[in-house]
Structure formats: C-alpha cells, structure tokens
C-alpha cells in the first residue's frame, strides 16, 4: 500500500536509496570492520530483488571499492546502507502479520540502540515522504519512535521540536483507533520530556491554558509524567505542574471549565474498578488548584461538589481523598468545615446504620463514609507540619465512621489506608513523641474489632499485616495502652493469625482476589509484623512484667491441640526471647516471678511429639538460660543453640507453615541434622533441670503452678509431660515450695478429669513426696473437697499416705482438725470463717472413715487405735449437738449451712468401721446385735450408748482397755463438756475391768470420781457419784447383791407384765454390777428361771428374759460353766427359732442371745456366725445357723427334735414354720438320728401324736409336710433298724441344690418361707 507513495527523499544522496540487490557484495570481511556500520540478516535484503538497480558503483566488488574511494565515502555508504535498511522495515510495519510485526519492531529497536538519530532521521524522513499512511500504521510507527527517543541518550533540538509538534499534531487526532493513537502520540511527547523537560512542560502549560477544558490525550500525557519512575524527573514536573495549577485558578471561576471537570471525573466509562491514568492525574490537578486558590468560599463550593459525586468506586473514592487533602494543604479549616458539613448530610447519614433503621442500598452512598475516612487520612497526609494539633479531632472522626458504618472489605481497606496515612504524617512531624493524643486508645479498640473480624479460614490480603503494623506504630505514640486493651488487642492479633489453617487448607479457601498473592510469602510477611509488634511493645516498656504480659497470651496457644498452631506460637516465643537476649533489653537481677511459667511451657513443649516444636522448645530453653545467666557467667553447663542459629525462625516459617501436622516436621534438612544434634546432646529433661536449678522460690512456684495447671489439658501428651515435669520439680525442690494447699486442691480438681492412667499415677507420686514436708498444709487442703470423698479425693488421701511415716502424722492431723469443733451459734474466734472450720471438722470424720479401709493405712489406724476411738466417739456426741434444735442453732443466721442428717450416721459408721477393721469385731458384733448403734443416733441415747460400747469391750476382754485408759483420764479435764461426758461413762464401765487396777490405783480411781463431783455438767456429777458406789470400792456389796438375786427370781412370776420385765432388767443390772466375778451359785437359777419364759406370750417379757439370759452368759465368760452349759445348749434351739419371733425386740435378744451362747461354747466361725445373725437372711443363712447347731452337739440331737416338735403346735405362724423346717433339715442330713427316736416307744408316739394334730393344721403346707413326715416314720418304724432307709432325698455329700430339692419336695411351704 504504501510503495505507491515511496520517494526518494531529497536529503539523501542516491546511492542511499541503493537497491537492496546491491547488498550481498556488502557482506564481506573487510565490510565488518567498517566504523559505524551495522549488519543484518540476508532475509532484510531479499525482501525486494525486483528492484533495479540505481547505480553502477555498488555493483562492483566490495574490495575494489574500498581501494578507490576514499574512508569517509566508505561511511557514508554503511549508514545509506542501514538508512535504507531501517527505511524498509518502517514500510513493513504496515505488515498485518502479528508475528511478523513483531519481528521487524523487534530489529528496529534493535538498530535504535546503536544508531538511535539514524533511525529518528529515517522516521523523520518516512513521516515526510508518506503523509498519507493509515493511522494504524503511525500508530506503530509511535510506539517505536517512543522506544527510539527513550533509547537515547540526547535528543538534539530539531528533533525535540520536529517530534514535539509530530506529538501535539497528533494527540487530539480522532480516528477508528480512538483513544490508543492519542496514547501513543501521548507517550512520544513523554518521552522527548526526559530530554527536555522544559520545552514539553511549556507546550503542555500552553495547551492546559488555553481556555476550554484540556483534551484528554493531554491529561494523559500529564498523568504520564506524574507516574515517571526517575524521581529527579518526576519532582520536576511536580515542581511544574505546582506552577501550572496556580496559573490554572482563573479556570475555577469557569463554570464550564468546572462542569466538565465534573463530569470527567464522574464519567461512567472511569469510575470502574481500575482507574484511568488520566482520572488520577485530574484529581491531583483538581486539589493542586484549590490548594493554589485563596477564595474560601471557591474551595467550598467546589469541595462540596466533588463530594456529591458517586462514591461506588474504589479509585473514585481514592481521587476525591486526594483532591480533598490536596486543598487541605493549604485550607485546613475549609476542608475540615466541608468534611464535617458532609458528613452531616442527609445522605450521609442514611448510609450509617446507627442512624438509620433501613440500611441505604443507593450504591452512591452506601461507601461514602470510606470516602470520609481516606479523606482525613489523605488530609493528615498533606497537612505536613502543623497535623499534630488536629490529630485527635481527626481520629475521631475516623473511629465515629469506622464504628457507625456498615462493616465489610471496602471499609476495613479504606479505614487501614486512612490510619496509615495519618500515622505517616504523625511519624514525620516533629515533636510526636512528646506530644500525647487522647484519642489512640479508641482508634486500637477499633483496630482491635478489626482483627477480630478477620476471617480465620483465608488469607488474601494485607489487612493483618496493615493492622498489626499500624498498631506497632501506635505503639510509639504517648500515652502509653493500659494492661487491659493491651490484653485484649494482643489476644485478637495473635488469634487472627495464629488461628489460620494449614497452606494447603488456606489455598482452598482464599478468595480469589485480583491481586494473585503466594500464600506462604504472606503469611510470613504477617508473621513478621507480628513479632516486630511484640518486640515494640517489649521495648516501649522492658520489664519482665511486660515480658509475662506479652507471652502470656502466646501460652494460650502453646497449649494448643492443634500442632500448627503450636508451631506458630513458639515460633513467635523464640523470636522475642532471642530479641530481649541478643539486645539485652531486661534486666534479670530484679523480681521475675513469672519466668516460672515460661520455663514450664517449654519444658511441657520439649515432650511434644511434634518435632519442629521440640526443636524450637529447646532452643527457647536456651536463650532462657543465657538471659538468666549473669554477663559475667558462661552458661557452659549445656552446651545451647548458638546465637546465630535462632534466625533462622523467621526464614523458616514457610518451611514449618507447608509441614502442618507433619510430627517429623524440623527445621533442620535432614543432611545437616546430625551436624546439630549435639546442640541438645543432654537432652531436654537434663536441660529443664539445669534451666531450673536458677529459679528463686516465687519463680519455681510459678513453674509448679504451671505444670499442674497443664495437667488439666486435654491432649494426652501434655498431661503426660506435665506430670512428669511436675514429679521432677517436687524431687528436686519438693521440700522448698510454698502455697502448697493451693497445689493440693489443683491437682485434685485435675485429677478429677484426667484420663491419662499413668500421668495420674505420676501425679499422685507427686503428692506422696510433698507429704514429705508439707502434711499439715495438704491435709488441710485436702478437707475442703471431702464432702463428700469421691473416687479422685479417696486416691489422694491414699497417696498422701502412702509411705509409713506420713500416714501416722496424716492421722494425728485429722484428729487435730477434727477436734476443732465450733457450733453454728459459737462466735467467730477462729481465723478460718466458722462455717469452714465447722465442715472441716465434718470432713475429718469422713475422711477417717474411709481411710480406715485404706490399705496405707491400715498400721497407722491400729496404731493410733485409742485415740481415733476417743475422737470418734466425741464426734457422734457433736454431730449429735449440730443436728439438735436448741434455741442457740435456732437464732443461727440465714444462709449458713444446716447439717445433714446423715453427717450423724457417717459419725456412727465411722465408729463401726474403726471397731471391724482393726480387729475388734467381738465388741463390734456385741452392739451391733443389740442395735446399740440406735443409741448414737439420739443426744437423748447418747449416754446410753457410750456405756454399753464400753461395757461391751469390757465383757469381750477388749486389748485397748489398758491403752484407753492412758489416752481416757486427760480428756476427763478437757474443757469441752462432750469429751468429759464420754470419758466419765467409759471409765465408769471400765471399772467393771480388771486392767483398771494395772494402769490406776484404787485410790487413784477414787481420787478421779471425786473430781467429777465437782464439774459443772451435771450428768458429770451424776455418773461420778454412781461411780463412786462401784463394787471395786465396796468389795461387801458383792455378798449382798449375790443374796438379793433369789427374792429377784420369785418376782418373775408376777402377775404384772411390767413388774416381770422391771425385775429380769434389775437381776440384768445386779449382773453387771456384780463384775467379773459373776453371780456364782445363783447364776444356774437365774438360767432356768430365765429359759422358762423363752415361749412366753408376752412379747416384752421374752424379750427380757433372753435378754438376761444374755447378760448371765455375757458374765459367766471365760470361768467354769458346770451345771450352766446344760441350760446353754438346751436354749440353743429356742432361741434359734425365735429369731423368726413376730416382734422385733425378741428377735435382737435372741440374736445376741444365741451370739453369746456360741461364743460360750467356743463354737468355730464366730465371725461368720456374727456375720449371719447381723445381715444375711434366706436359705443359706438357715442352713449356716443349723449346721452350726448340729454339728456341735450331736448328743443333743433327741433333746432339739423334741423342742423342735413342741415348737409345732406354737401359735405364732413363723415359729412353726421354723421349727418344721428344722425337723425337715435333720431328717434331710441326719436320719439315724430320727430313726432312733422313732424307733423309742415315746419318741414313736410322740412323732405320732404331733404329725397326726399337724394334719389338721389350717396351713395346707403344714398338712402336706406333716402327712409325707409321718408317712416316711411309720416306715422306718416297720423296719428292723438295719434296713431303715431315709426317704428319697441325696446323700449329705450331695450338692447344696440337690439337698435343697429335696426339701422343696417334702415341705412346699419353704418356697414360701
């Protein structure tokens, strides 16, 4: 196309315009080293060989030529040559091949770096010989002048000004390529302007002036300068486009100029998300005018306009800022009554929720308070010097829109930007840090919500970085943050980052955002901010409470279950512990008490399964151990990381951050690791161990809390770490710690939830070893949660107790605590609150309760027998007094705890249980079968039942007498009532002893009863003057009171049922009273007399008489029965079958009764005999009780079936049913023995008589059991009494089921039964 319009330029001689057939002569060697001369491929050359040739000359040979012409012709020939070269390929850029384009632009370039006004002459040359080029084509030909011109180094004045006009000409052309022709003139004009700066400003300053509104390749051009990356350069035109704003104020007073101004700044087509070179320089344009302006009035106006413009997009937003702190410059007070004026708008304020009810959809205004907020930042910004006056109206403006607008990305982005902006212009202004803002504090409470609403899955912007940079800033101003905004804003910053997911997992999630980030190199980068923020923070106040402060909300997630977070989080502990020890900012000689829970932290995270935390654990441990290692020491004990090792931390946190949950994560490569290993070759116990041995007392306090505090963590390695650490420390430095109670109660209470078995099991060898030194302290502790004794409490009371020595001085502790004994109504002169000495010495008691079935305690209660007994007993007589309703617990103030009533049978079972597990179940077993325990449950009783326990070990011959006694007559001048009380009725029974006389004289005896006259209780008095008429003082009475036992007996027989049982009670008393020696005589008579009111109808009078059947054989114990045993064996089965009696009262006589009788007559198993009679019932306790009976006294066989079939015509149904069942077990297992009574004339008709009346019972079962009976005697009657057979029922070896079948068989009431 344009060959048409190729001429020979006249400037040129012709052999420049040479056909290119004459160039393959040109390429030889001697050509090469031609100055000035370039070469290119053949391809250039045979683009036009149809071309006929326009000279002779060039038709030659190269080397003829050179040898004829002269060396200059030679040049001029080499640039004609690249001239027409160049020429060419101009031509060819109208090539529609991409590639090809491309090419050729490529190689002109290429030529321009060598022989750059060689290709501007050719372009020149090109633009003259072919006006009438298509645009297209010169808008290529631009974009290589543009290239040319930037390639060179100088630009001489004709060509300035030839492509300076070929610029401008062009600029303002309209042509299909719209606005990318104008843009390439534009950028050829930009860069003739960095060789002549002046000449294109003044052309520019010349077009922008000339009255109506500049074209917009103007504007382009000029924002093109603006964004220059030479910086001389570009403060040039700054300097220039400063004067030409202030030749361009005359323009504001155009109201043409200002409408289109307006409208080019609100244009559709530039308010997208990108903004426009040209908008943005208008902006700037548009603020440097009224920053030159001096009319107030004018600035409003205009400001006020601009404002009303579209606030939808971001650079939209960002210009209007700009053009507002621009004019702020110069009119702060304008742009301030402007800012303020809109801001108070209507439309304004529809778009803030906290004053509007419907939220503003209008796009308009819905972001208009982030134009408000740019706009203070960028006036701050451009306000320069004199900012620091305005700062706190600024920033409350700034917090009042970013709390009253409507969060989301545009304004947190716009709020950061505007913050940033304003601490930049506080940070240059002299004197900031001096000078104290009121308003930091709330604009840290907003960066705070800010950090808190960040999201934890994705992380796709700067927005942390920007915040915890600005709040690093904030730092430095005065007036310093509290401790509580600190606290809070340190706890949002690191969660928002450390909360973050994994790389991968973070990938996943990002949003997709325009600018394409690398997830790891963000995450470092905010890391990075992080740690700058705490080592700001730790510098602005170097004191090792700020350290605690700031790394204790790191320790939050060094806890983490989660072993990124982990990871995060002490990685961030070893970058500012390496940065206070490597800048020795903190001095270590003051009060550390803290440091205790940094060392626990690390040394629980030593153990972590993860091995980069290991890594970095230890590491911590070391730059602890230097710090707290005096400058003059070397720490050459362990051997630490090297101080240039930890830097590391910050490389490697996108190594660590793509390892995730990897356990094998290190930071160290696998080929270096055994190089480094002998960093750590102690170990990480040997180096807690070390770093522990330089704790101070506050210090290792506040480690020992820390590692009990672990053991309530829910991952198992924690709680098994801190229990191991916790059983090192308490080794090592057990004996020295204080607050140990406190301990005591944490480990309980984590205990509690622990489920880790043998990090229990460490925990609890914890507690043995601080018993070692610290039993008062932890039995004290331990009484606050021992009501009740759960599981976890019984276990530490075990361990508290668990070596020898401790477990006697546990016990003597107990009974200290529970001797302290106030009522409710007492005042207050305890130094604990009364209600917690009154439950303490509750929980005593049920702590000694269990522990007496404690096996670490099992020599420790036996040992110190008498006084848990002294102390128990008392204790019932307590409870008894908190349960009683006087008046002085009736004016007890509200809200105080009441008692339970079952605290008073935990005092009685408390007494029980210390009886039957040391050995003294024979008095046990007395009161237990006499239901004397009924007498303890009663304040009315409780005297009663002192008396009879202390009767009972008197009767049994108890071994604890002599030792009672020892412990019995100093509670006997005890200044509380309950104790002399309990101790005056024991040792009125115990006189009845014979181990009185080897412990007390008879005088000594006497001595003790004539005090009691004088206490002031009266029961004191009272039982001390009984006392003192005692057959041990009066050896005489024994005669008398033996002589008055006969009128007794005939008082029996009274008529009177109450005057019966008074008399048998009385000969009971006259029995007891008469001692060990007994009744002597008399005691045969009183059996008898006694036996024959077994079967009484009276119920009250049974139950006496077994009762003092009981006594008697209570007191003939131990001596020679002679005429006595008879009457015991033959009130055996009565009273066996009496314990089916219908009233209660004879069935506990008769179990003590027969109990006594057994024990009487040295029958085996008492204590399973006891056991029986007490608890069990059904089958197998029948079974038991005949057994017993039978096997020893198989010679009184005939004389039990007699009595047993006597007991068959009883009226009272269960006796009956007894004794039937009796028979029924004899024949079963013995049917010799009823064989040969059958066989006897009178025991025949006796078997006969009685099984004959049974078959008339009313009872069916009875009839059917006494017809089989009866059928099976008349059998073996019939037989010679080799042949007697018993009737079909299995062989006493048989099994207990077989036996038990047969009876069913014989007697089908027993399923009944």
């Known amino acids: 196309m344009d060959r048409q319009h190729f001429k020979r330029p006249p400037s040129r001689a012709s052999a420049e315009r040479t056909s290119p057939a004459t160039v393959p002569n040109c390429r030889t060697p001697s050509g090469r080293e031609s100055a000035g001369r370039t070469w290119f491929p053949e391809d250039y050359i045979c683009w036009d060989r149809r071309t006929p040739p326009k000279t002779i000359l060039l038709n030659k040979s190269r080397s003829s030529q050179a040898a004829l012409v002269p060396q200059e012709h030679r040049k001029f020939m080499a640039e004609a040559y690249n001239a027409a070269i160049c020429y060419k390929m101009l031509r060819d850029m109208n090539s529609s091949d991409p590639l090809h384009l491309k090419y050729i632009i490529k190689k002109i370039k290429k030529m321009a770096q060598a022989s750059p006004n060689l290709v501007m002459e050719t372009i020149h040359d090109y633009f003259k010989d072919n006006p009438r080029i298509s645009n297209r084509h010169k808008f290529r030909l631009f974009q290589v002048l543009e290239a040319v011109i930037g390639a060179s180094d100088s630009l001489g004045e004709t060509w300035e000004k030839h492509f300076t006009q070929l610029a401008l000409e062009n600029m303002t052309k309209s042509t299909e390529l719209e606005e990318t022709y104008q843009d390439a003139a534009s950028n050829v004009l930009v860069a ?44 040039q035109w ?156 600024i920033l409350s403006r700034m917090v009042f829109y970013f709390r009253c607008s409507t969060w989301d990305d545009i304004l947190k982005q716009s709020f950061l930007t505007a913050t940033s902006m304003l601490l930049a212009a506080i940070c240059r202004s002299q004197g900031a840090q001096s000078y104290e803002f009121s308003q930091t504090g709330e604009l840290l409470e907003c960066l705070t919500v800010l950090m808190e609403k960040e999201p934890q899955d994705t992380l796709c912007c700067h927005s942390r970085q920007e915040a915890i940079t600005i709040i690093t800033n904030l730092c430095e101003l005065r007036p310093p943050m509290d401790t509580d905004r600190k606290s809070r804003l340190l706890s949002a910053c690191l969660h928002s980052v450390f909360v973050l997911p994994q790389s991968d997992t973070l990938e996943k999630h990002t949003c997709h955002s325009r600018e394409a980030h690398n997830i790891q190199v963000l995450y470092r980068q905010t890391t990075e901010a992080l740690d700058h923020m705490l080592q700001s923070l730790f510098t602005q106040n170097p004191t090792p409470d700020e350290l605690h402060l700031l790394l204790s909300h790191i320790y939050v997630w060094l806890a983490s279950e989660k072993t990124h977070e982990r990871q995060r989080a002490i990685q961030s502990c070893v970058c500012l512990l390496e940065f206070v020890n490597h800048n020795h900012y903190l001095d270590v000689s003051g009060n550390f008490e803290r440091i205790g829970q940094l ?316 009886l039957s597990t040391t050995g003294h179940w024979h008095e046990f077993a007395h009161l237990e079968l006499q239901d004397t325990w009924e007498y303890f449950t009663s304040i009315h009783t409780y005297d009663q039942g002192v008396g009879l326990l202390a009767r009972a070990m008197v009767q049994n011959h108890c071994r604890q007498v002599k030792a009672l006694l020892g412990h019995l007559l100093p509670r006997l001048q005890s200044r509380e009532e309950r104790e002399r009380k309990a101790a005056i009725f024991i040792f009125i029974e115990f006189l009845y002893s014979p181990t009185l006389l080897e412990v007390l004289s008879r005088y000594q005896a006497l001595t003790i009863l004539a005090q009691g006259l004088e206490d002031p209780s009266l029961k004191v008095r009272v039982v001390s003057l009984q006392g003192l008429g005692n057959i041990l003082f009066h050896p005489e009475k024994r005669s008398l009171l033996r002589r008055q036992i006969p009128p007794f007996l005939a008082g029996f027989f009274h008529k009177s049922e109450s005057m019966v049982v008074g008399v048998m009670k009385t000969v009971s008393d006259v029995l007891r009273r008469l001692g060990a020696q007994g009744a002597g005589a008399p005691s045969l008579s009183v059996a008898i007399n006694a036996r024959s009111f077994f079967d009484d109808e009276r119920d009250a009078i049974r139950a006496a008489a077994m009762a003092l059947f009981g006594e008697l054989v209570a007191t003939v114990a131990g001596r020679e029965l002679r005429g006595l045993r008879t009457q015991v064996c033959q009130s055996m089965l009565p009273l066996l079958l009496h314990l089916k009696d219908q009233c209660p009262a004879v069935v506990t006589q008769a179990k003590f009764a027969f109990y006594r009788c057994a024990v009487l007559l040295r029958w085996p198993l008492q204590h399973t005999l006891f056991c029986t009679l007490a608890w069990e019932r059904g089958l197998s306790a029948r079974h038991f009780l005949w057994t017993c009976l039978m096997t020893r006294s198989q010679e009184d066989f005939g004389i039990h079936l007699s009595q047993a079939l006597s007991y068959l015509h009883s009226r009272h149904r269960h006796i009956k049913t007894w004794a039937a069942l009796f028979i029924g077990y004899t024949t079963c297992y013995h049917p010799e023995a009823v064989s040969q009574m059958t066989n006897d004339i009178d025991g025949s008709c006796c078997f006969a008589v009685t099984f004959e009346d049974l078959r008339k019972d009313p009872e069916p079962g009875i009839r059917e059991f006494a017809s089989r009976l009866l059928s099976f005697f008349r059998e073996v009657s019939a037989r010679p009494q080799s042949d007697v057979q018993p009737p079909p029922h299995p062989r006493p070896q048989s099994s207990p089921d077989a036996r038990r079948a047969w009876l069913y068989n014989i007697f089908p009431l027993e399923r009944k039964v």
């Open 192 to 235: 003739i302007f960095r060789h002549s700066w002046k000449t294109v400003a003044q052309q520019l300053e010349a077009q922008l002036l000339s009255g109506p509104f500049p074209h917009r390749s103007l504007i382009y051009a000029m924002s093109k300068l603006s964004s220059q990356e030479d910086e001389d350069q570009r403060k």
């Open 238 to 393: 700054e300097e220039q486009l400063a004067q030409i704003a202030l030749k361009s104020v005359g323009l504001l007073n155009s109201e043409m100029w200002f409408k289109e101004m307006l409208e080019a700044l609100s244009r559709p087509g530039w308010s997208q998300q990108e903004q426009s070179p040209e908008k943005a320089f208008l902006f700037t344009y548009y603020g440097l005018i009224l920053q030159a302006e001096e009319d107030s009035t004018k600035i409003r106006t205009h400001l006020w306009a601009l404002l009303q413009s579209s606030h939808q997009w971001p650079r939209q937003r960002e210009g209007m800022a700009l053009t507002t702190g621009l004019a702020a410059a110069r009119h702060l007070d304008d742009v301030w009554a402007i800012l303020d004026q809109f801001g108070q708008s209507t439309p304004m304020k529809w778009s803030l929720h906290s004053f509007s009810s419907t939220k503003l959809e209008d796009p308009q205004w819905k972001w208009a308070s982030s134009t408000l907020l740019l706009a203070y930042g960028q006036v701050a910004a451009k306000a320069r010097t004199h900012i620091l006056p305005w700062v706190d109206n």
């Open 599 to 914: 060392v626990g932290m690390l040394g629980i995270l030593c153990q972590d399964p993860d091995g980069t935390t290991q890594y970095h654990s230890l590491e911590g441990v070391g730059h602890l151990y230097q710090l707290l290692t005096p400058q003059e020491e070397e720490p050459s004990q362990v051997e630490w990381p090297s101080a240039q090792e930890p830097s590391q931390t910050q490389a490697d946190r996108a190594t660590l951050w793509s390892n995730g949950d990897q356990g094998a994560a290190t930071l160290v490569p696998q080929e270096t690791a055994p190089q480094k290993e002998h960093v750590f070759q102690l170990g990480s116990s040997h180096a807690i161990k070390v770093l522990i041995g330089r704790l101070a007392m506050a210090e290792l306090t506040d480690l020992v809390w820390t590692v009990i505090d672990g053991l309530g963590s829910v991952g198992p390695f924690r709680v098994q770490a801190a229990a191991q650490l916790l059983l090192s420390v308490i080794q090592e430095h057990g004996d020295k710690l204080e607050t140990v109670a406190e301990m005591g109660q944490a480990i309980h209470q984590h205990l509690c939830t622990m489920g880790n078995a043998p990090a229990k099991e460490q925990a609890l060898q914890a507690v043995t070893l601080l018993a070692r030194n610290h039993t008062p302290e932890l039995v004290a502790a331990f009484l606050d949660f021992s009501i009740p004794l759960d599981s976890h409490a019984f276990r530490l009371w075990r361990a508290l107790g668990a070596e020898e020595p401790v477990s006697s001085l546990v016990l003597a502790v107990l009974l200290t605590w529970l001797r302290v004994r106030p009522l409710p109504s007492s005042p207050r002169g305890s130094p604990l609150p009364r209600e917690m000495t009154y439950l303490r010495s509750l929980a005593a008691m049920n702590t000694l309760h269990e522990l007496q079935f404690a096996r670490e305690f099992k020599k420790a209660v036996r040992e110190a027998y008498p006084e848990l007994f002294l102390a128990l007993l008392t204790q019932v007589h307590y409870v008894l007094e908190l349960n009683l309703p006087t008046e002085a617990l009736a004016k007890q103030p509200e809200g105080e705890a009441a008692p339970s009533p079952q605290r008073c049978s935990t005092s009685v079972e408390a007494l029980k249980s210390l």
